[in-house]
Every structure is written in C-alpha cells, then in structure tokens.
DNA sequence: TTATTGCCTATTCTATTAGTAGGAATTACG
DNA sequence: CGTAATTCCTACTAATAGAATAGGCAATAA
C-alpha cells in the first residue's frame, strides 16, 4: 500500500501541475482543494523542496510552485521519492540492492524473479503518467512490449 | 511491501507443496528449510488452516500438509489472503470496494484509474505462478490476455 | 512594522507488525 | 497405560512506522 503521505504528495504535486505558469499557490489553496492537513502538508512540501521538486517564496502572497514542467514528473518517480522503492519485497528493489530479513539464500528465492516481474510492469505503468497528464489514460503498449 | 507474515506464508506453503503426497511435514523440518521463527510459523499456518489450505494432524508424528494439489495454490491467493488486497491504494481494491482515507470525491481522482491498471497487472502476474512452478518461470501469455 | 505566510525540529498519538509465553489437546509408541 | 513429541489457542509484549500536531523562527509584501 501507498502511504496517505505519498497520496497527499501526489496530490499535491498534480495541484501544483495544474496551476503550472500560474505563479505561486499557497498553501491553503491546497490544503482546501485537496482535503489534506495543513501542518502535514507544510511538512511533505518541505521535503519536496529539498528534492528540487517545488520551490517556495516565504512571507505574504508566498506560495509554492513546481519546479520541472509537468511532463518531466513521472507518478513513479514520486512515489519513488516518498516511498523509497516500489518492490513489494526488500530484494526486488532495484538500485541499491537490499535483501529481506530472515530469507533463504537469494539464489534458492522461488519468490525473487517473480517479485521482480511486478517491480517492473509496476514501474512501467507507474512511469507512464506524468503531471500533465489530466487523466491516466496509460498508453500500455508504449514501453514493455509483449513477447 | 509484502508484510514478513506473507512472505512467510508463501515460503511455507511452497515448502509444503515440494513435500505433496509425502505424508505430514513437521513443523521443525519447516523452520530449518525456510528459516522461520518457530513459534510464528505455528501462528501463520493456524491461518492458513483456517481458510482450508492446509490441514495439520496433531501428536508425535504429526505435521502439516498442503490441502489443494499446488497447482492449484496461486501465488496472488496467497497473498490476497495474508494482505486482504493486492492494489496499492483502498480504492483499488477489487470486492469490497474501499475508499481512501481523507481523499477528493472519487470521481476527480486521478490517481485511482492508475492504480486499478497496476493492480490488474500485479494481479496478473502473481496468479499466473502456482505452488507447482519450481521457479517462476511466469508464462506471461497464460492469464489476464491484453485488451 | 505588522499581518501573513512558509520553515524547521521535536513530540505525541495510534495502529500495525513481529514475535513470545504458557499451557491445553492430541497422538504414536514403549 | 504413561510419556514424549507434536500441534493448537489465547493472550501478551515489544518495536516500529505512520499520521499528524506543536510551537516558535524566518521572510516578505503592504
């Protein structure tokens, strides 16, 4: 499952997709539009900031603005950020090789390969959406291609 | 993430299914193979005999057996059963049609079309491996078939 | 110079997860 | 029998993560 805190980013984020070349977007704005807690959301942007996904101005008529074009963010790559991995185990996540606690030897794993076919279709699907898309129509015969 | 419980789950039920028609597999025998903390592993499979997957047969002797043939078993069962749902959000959830926490009304989500996608390839996926496949060798063309 | 707005760190509250404890029930085998 | 080996059950605990809040600092437009 998808934290309520990578659902609010997301949130977020296509909020301030929406209002793109619009100026700044202060907090309350979203907070009214997308019916999340304002101090949590203080916090999630901050680290957005750090990621050099929004900037802020600070002081009154402040706001946020995103900083990539809409097209540049990929769904994936957010929950990537927020989440760390998409996997849905510890050793099928791809770049810093992590393995699971208390497992059988990797190359005796009957679970690992599998695993690894849903990072990746996930991954695909996740990667297929960006913020300027209004609605996720998914192209799903763009990447991956069928045998 | 697949909680340790699921992962363990599976683990034991392959287990299981490498010993069908061999008579009761004790539970020793299973946590040294499978490197599973005893006394959770009683806890999982008392699950597992509850929805009818196994069956145990009490006193010295006595062990635990795989109640379906392990073709029959699909990895995605498994996991639907120890997790409730496969889908990364609430509202992506088959059967008993959940809804987010703190969302916007359903129909301007954006997010949850998305999501839907990945839970039917997800799905997809981990049902087409069964507890018969020594290795998942996951014959893509078998299930789901593409729009 | 003040009201408005974002920034930061720490803290709290709650739920979930992972695992343990202790004993009761069952069965093979001498 | 009776004893050892085994599963079963309920409850409990300990650790962790998730969700959110508190409270004060910093910047900035009017």
Redesign the interface.
């Known amino acids: 499952?998808?934290s309520?805190k990578s659902?609010?980013a997301?949130?977020a984020l296509?909020h301030l997709a929406d209002r793109h070349g619009q100026g700044v977007v202060p907090l309350a704005e979203m907070v009214a539009?997308?019916?999340?807690?304002a101090k949590f959301l203080t916090v999630i942007l901050s680290e957005l900031g750090r990621e050099g996904l929004v900037r802020s101005q600070r002081g009154r008529e402040g706001g946020y603005v995103l900083v990539p074009t809409p097209a540049e963010v990929r769904?994936g790559d957010i929950i990537r950020l927020m989440r760390g991995s998409i996997?849905?185990?510890?050793c099928a996540s791809r770049d810093p090789h992590e393995h699971?606690?208390?497992?059988?030897p990797e190359s005796a794993c009957?679970?690992r390969?599998?695993m690894l076919?849903?990072r990746d279709?996930?991954a695909r699907?996740?990667d297929s959406?960006t913020l300027a898309?209004?609605?996720?129509t998914?192209n799903?015969e763009l990447a991956g291609g069928?045998?």
Chains 1, 2 share one sequence.
């Open positions: 499952m998808l309520q659902r609010y997301i949130r296509q539009a997308q019916n999340i807690p769904i996997a849905l185990v510890p699971c606690e208390n497992c059988v009957r679970l390969s599998l076919q849903v279709e996930t699907i996740l959406v898309d209004p609605f996720p998914a799903l069928k045998p």
